[in-house]
């Protein structure tokens, strides 16, 4: 397009443009043409077209959505791929997060997946979590949006926000930058001056459905002592899920092996092992050095916290985990583990985690 169109030349370019079909595809067009023109020297009639088209293409996609949310509502959902081509944004829209129901830790873990999400795409989240009293938590990197913010199910697109997170390097201070209202169900650190956290390494021991039930497998006293081994502690406190013998017929036999095995080498230890799950999570939350199993609960805690300077972790049974920061310390702890016998053996996973093999 010349800069000095004449007034039939300027007709005939925006008869052009108006034949494409749809407002944002004409807009498209249209700033093909103009892309290295200055905008001051552009007609006033290409400068209302523009800001025409610009709206219009705005309401296109806000109108797709409402089709959508309405198809939704009524049963017909699309895979989240079709919710951005028939119009959703792919950044720049506020989702709706609900984080309150399933495993604390797998909630920490989608809501680390988020906050990597957002930084990427520039996303208005709007949290419910667990871990905190208020209803609705709002977390923006930004104040300003150049969409109108379209709201999103965070369920629908889940996938497409895991998608986006597994490619970028996972960044702790992400975690951090969250208001403090996310755990404020965890107890104030002053609460566990007695147990001294500063001088202590913190060990984490899951058992329930995870090795009653072989839901996820679980690393072997042989790791925990590595561990050990590895810090020097001159003191532990040892975070145990409470036993159910009601519930699984029998008790975990790991905690009592460890501290028999501590009580050998002289390490004095606290053993810690209630109901109360903020209580426990409070404990990983604050502690400065921590050995976690292989559930997110006790990795992700520790990362969302400030406090914690050496976090110990098992190597991840399929691969290496994407939760990865300078403060991990990955331990080997797999070799003759058997996946299938975990799943359909609880003799076999009682004697994997105490490594006693009649």
Request: net charge neutral.
């Amino acid at each position: 397009m010349d800069q000095n169109p004449s007034e039939y030349e300027l007709r005939e370019f925006i008869l052009k443009i108006l034949e494409t079909k749809g407002p944002k595809n004409a807009l498209i067009k249209l700033k093909r043409f103009t892309t290295n023109i200055d905008k001051s020297l552009l007609p006033v009639q290409i400068k209302q077209l523009l800001e025409t088209l610009e709206y219009a293409s705005t309401n296109e996609e806000n109108i797709e959505f409402l089709l959508n949310r309405i198809l939704s509502a009524k049963g017909f959902k699309l895979p989240h791929e079709q919710y951005f081509l028939r119009g959703f944004p792919k950044s720049e829209f506020a989702l709706y997060v609900d984080l309150y129901e399933g495993r604390l830790g797998d909630c920490l873990g989608k809501l680390a997946e988020l906050l990597h999400a957002q930084e990427k795409l520039n996303l208005l989240l709007l949290i419910r979590i667990m871990s905190s009293t208020k209803k609705r938590i709002l977390h923006a990197k930004h104040n300003y949006f150049e969409t109108d913010l379209p709201q999103i199910n965070y369920v629908d697109i889940h996938p497409y926000i895991r998608e986006v997170s597994q490619d970028l390097s996972f960044n702790r201070s992400l975690l951090q930058s969250l208001p403090k209202e996310i755990f404020d169900r965890l107890p104030n650190k002053n609460t566990y001056n007695e147990f001294g956290i500063d001088q202590s390494a913190t060990i984490h021991i899951r058992g329930g459905d995870a090795l009653f039930n072989g839901a996820f497998p679980l690393p072997p006293i042989s790791y925990y002592i590595k561990c050990i081994e590895l810090i020097k502690p001159t003191k532990i406190i040892l975070v145990c899920e409470p036993d159910k013998p009601n519930e699984y017929g029998r008790i975990n036999p790991l905690p009592l092996k460890l501290e028999s095995y501590l009580a050998g080498i002289g390490i004095p230890i606290l053993k810690v092992s209630n109901l109360d799950l903020f209580n426990d999570a409070g404990i990983l939350f604050y502690s400065k050095t921590v050995v976690s199993s292989t559930s997110l609960f006790s990795k992700m805690l520790p990362l969302y916290g400030t406090d914690c300077t050496s976090l110990y972790s098992p190597v991840s049974y399929s691969g290496k985990s994407w939760f990865d920061d300078k403060i991990m310390n990955w331990i080997e702890c797999w070799n003759n583990f058997d996946h299938e016998k975990w799943t359909n053996d609880l003799n076999y996973r009682l004697s994997w985690v105490t490594q006693e093999f009649s």
